[in-house]
């Protein structure tokens, strides 16, 4: 079992900058790879950015190369994602996702927990 917490959402004018955190629990987080997904309103929740489990393997989605990092601390149990240079159409809710495999990827379908999600709204 893993659980999932994140935190650092919130309110951002376009251009600037917001750090998600997400802090796991239960099984050793050095043993899984972990995800960012995030939903917009009206829409399906898609994809963000995803991390191996030691850190050495990332992938990002089209829209938000060159803006966001994922990155992990395994001696804290977190995953980070530093957003930059954000934009209106990046606000949604925020997912953090463990994989119980190692690599990092893209499908849904592959991570077996989730965290409750954070709101992250960027304002014009």
């Known amino acids: 079992q893993v659980q999932l917490v994140e935190s650092g959402g919130g309110l951002v004018q376009a251009g600037g900058s917001l750090r998600l955190s997400c802090a796991a629990s239960?099984?050793?987080?050095?043993?899984?790879?972990m995800g960012w997904f995030r939903q917009a309103p009206g829409k399906e929740r898609e994809f963000v950015a995803a991390?191996?489990?030691?850190?050495?393997?990332?992938r990002y989605a089209d829209s938000v190369k060159g803006r966001f990092t994922i990155s992990r601390d395994n001696a804290k149990n977190t995953v980070y994602l530093q957003m930059n240079s954000l934009k209106p159409e990046d606000t949604a809710v925020y997912y953090c996702?463990?994989?119980?495999?190692?690599?990092?990827?893209?499908?849904?379908?592959?991570?077996?927990?989730w965290g409750q999600g954070t709101q992250v709204t960027v304002s014009s």
């Open positions: 996702a463990a994989d119980l495999g190692l690599v990092s990827t893209s499908q849904q379908r592959r991570y077996d927990y």
């Open positions: 239960g099984r050793t987080f050095s043993t899984y790879a």
């Open positions: 991390i191996s489990w030691g850190g050495g393997s990332t």
